[in-house]
C-alpha cells in the first residue's frame, strides 16, 4: 500500500505538471499548446487513478487471496504507469517542439526587423468560427478574419452579409474565422500574428469610419478596401460632398442642420427650399433619412435624423433617376456597369426597407441609359474614389435629374456583400462572379500590403 501511495504521487508530479506549466512564463499561452491533448489526457489520468485508489482500498476488503491482489494491483499499477507515460512523453515533446517553432519565428522576425521587412506571415487553416490552433499543416491556405456584426444600427445586415461571404469563399484557399467587434476585439488582437488578412463587412459607425482600419493597421493585418482617412471622408457626408465640389463634381446644394433647427427651420427652408432630404451625416442604408414635401414635417425629420447622429444635414431634393456606380482595384481602377435602381411605388426612396425587403426593389443592370450619360457616371465615380483617397474598391450612388443632370449623393466604401447586393451585380455583370470578386478583393487587400512594405 505504501509502494501504491509513493506511485500515486510520483505519477501526479510528472503527468500532472504537464497541466500546470508556467506557459506565459515561457511565452506560451495554453490554448498554443494542444489543449485536447492537455486537458482530455490529464482527465483521463486522473479518472484512471481514481479508480486504482478505489480498486486497492475496495480489493483488501473484498479479496482475501493476497497472492491474486499483488497481481491485480500491479496490473493496475503498469496500466497507469504506461497512461502517464504516454502522457508525459506526448506533452513535454509538443512543448519543447511550440518553443522551438516560437525560438524560430522570433529568429526570423529579429532577420526580418534587421533587413527592414515585416515578418511574414505563414498561412495556415481555420475553419469558420472555430478557434485559430496554429498547430494545423495548411500552408497554402490563406488565413483570413471575417469581420461582421459591430454596434452599429446596420448590424444585422452585417451578419446576415457574412454568411453568405463564408459561404462563398473557397475552402480550398481561405481559411476562416469570424470576429464581432462587439464581443471580439481582443480575440482578433490575440490571434494577430497568425492571420494573413481581414475582410471587413461592417457597415455604419465603428465599421466603414475609419475606426476598424486602424486597428487593423495597428495590428498589421491588410484588409480589403480604403484605409483610416478614405472611410472617415466617405462616412462624413457633408465632407465628402465639400470634397466632391472641389474636384468639381456635381452635387445638391445642401446646409448643416442645428438643434435649434427642430423648433425654428426657418433658416433651413431659406436656404435650401421643399422639397428637401434630410439624414444623418454618419449613417448608412438611409437610416434616420426623410423626404420632407411640407414645411410641417421638417421638424419631426430633423428629430429622427438627430437621433441616429449628432450631425444632421439638410439637402435639395433631386426629383429623377437613381444610379449607382461601382468602382474596383487599386491603382488601375475599374469602372464596372452602371445599375439603376427602382423602388416598388410603395417607398417613396430607397429606403432601409426598400434595400432589404426582397422584391422592393427592381435594379437593372446594366441600366438603360443613354451612353453619354454611362460615361459620364462612371467618370464621376472614379473621380470621387480618389478625391475621396479610396482604394480596393467603392460604389457612388448618384441622381440623375429630368433634364438628365448627374448629382452624386455619397460613396459607399463598404458596400453590401452578398450574391444580390448592388456592387457584386455590377461585378458579375463585369465578368466577376461571386466567389471570383471575393478572390479579387482579398487579392487587392494583399496587394496593397506588399505596396506599403
Known amino acids: 500500500m505504501n509502494f501504491s501511495v509513493a506511485y500515486l504521487l510520483l505519477a501526479a508530479l510528472i503527468g500532472g505538471s504537464i497541466a500546470f506549466l508556467p506557459y506565459e512564463r515561457v511565452g506560451l499561452r495554453p490554448p498554443e499548446t494542444h489543449p485536447w491533448l492537455w486537458w482530455r489526457l490529464v482527465y483521463l489520468w486522473g479518472i484512471f487513478s481514481f479508480f486504482h485508489v478505489c480498486f486497492l482500498v475496495l480489493s483488501f476488503w473484498l479479496v482475501e487471496n493476497i497472492a491474486l491482489l499483488k497481481k491485480l494491483s500491479m496490473a493496475w499499477q503498469l496500466g497507469l504507469a504506461t497512461l502517464t507515460a504516454v502522457l508525459a512523453t506526448a506533452g513535454w515533446y509538443l512543448l519543447l517542439q511550440q518553443l522551438g517553432r516560437r525560438q524560430e519565428r522570433q529568429l526570423q522576425a529579429d532577420f526580418n526587423l534587421s533587413n527592414g521587412r515585416a515578418a511574414p506571415r505563414t498561412p495556415s487553416k481555420q475553419p469558420v468560427n472555430q478557434p485559430m490552433n496554429p498547430k494545423e499543416d495548411v500552408m497554402k491556405k490563406i488565413r483570413l478574419a471575417l469581420i461582421a456584426g459591430g454596434k452599429s444600427d446596420e448590424r444585422e445586415v452585417s451578419l446576415k452579409g457574412a454568411v453568405g461571404v463564408a459561404a462563398a469563399l473557397d475552402a480550398e484557399k481561405y481559411a476562416v474565422t469570424r470576429y464581432d467587434p462587439a464581443t471580439d476585439l481582443a480575440r482578433l488582437a490575440a490571434d494577430a500574428d497568425r492571420l494573413d488578412a481581414a475582410f471587413i463587412l461592417l457597415h455604419g459607425l465603428y465599421g466603414e469610419d475609419g475606426t476598424i482600419q486602424g486597428f487593423l493597421e495597428l495590428l498589421d493585418i491588410p484588409y480589403q478596401g480604403a484605409g483610416v482617412l478614405g472611410s472617415a471622408a466617405a462616412m462624413d457626408k457633408n465632407l465628402a460632398k465639400t470634397l466632391y465640389r472641389e474636384s468639381g463634381l456635381p452635387v445638391a446644394g445642401w446646409l448643416m442642420a442645428e438643434q435649434a433647427d427642430i423648433d425654428k427651420p426657418a433658416r433651413l427652408l431659406g436656404g435650401v427650399g421643399l422639397p428637401c432630404v434630410v439624414k444623418p451625416v454618419r449613417q448608412g442604408s438611409s437610416i434616420g433619412m426623410s423626404i420632407v414635401h411640407k414645411e410641417e414635417e421638417l421638424g419631426s425629420a430633423l428629430a429622427l435624423a438627430f437621433e441616429h447622429d449628432s450631425q444632421v444635414m439638410v439637402e435639395q431634393y433631386i426629383q429623377g433617376r437613381e444610379l449607382t456606380a461601382a468602382v474596383l482595384g487599386n491603382e488601375d481602377l475599374q469602372a464596372l456597369p452602371l445599375i439603376e435602381i427602382i423602388p416598388d411605388s410603395r417607398y417613396a426612396f430607397f429606403n432601409y426597407e426598400a434595400k432589404y425587403q426582397p422584391g422592393a426593389t427592381k435594379e437593372v443592370c446594366p441600366a438603360e441609359v443613354d451612353e453619354t450619360i454611362r460615361i459620364k457616371a462612371q467618370e464621376y465615380a472614379l473621380t470621387a474614389h480618389r478625391c475621396l483617397g479610396l482604394k480596393g474598391y467603392s460604389r457612388t450612388d448618384m441622381m440623375l435629374s429630368r433634364d438628365n443632370q448627374l448629382y452624386l449623393l455619397e460613396t459607399n466604401t463598404i ?28 487579392e487587392l487587400a494583399l496587394a496593397g500590403r506588399e505596396q506599403k512594405e
Open 415 to 442: 458596400p453590401g456583400m452578398t450574391p444580390t447586393s448592388l456592387f457584386p451585380q455590377a461585378a458579375a455583370a463585369a465578368g466577376y462572379p461571386f466567389a471570383a470578386l471575393l478572390d479579387k478583393l482579398i
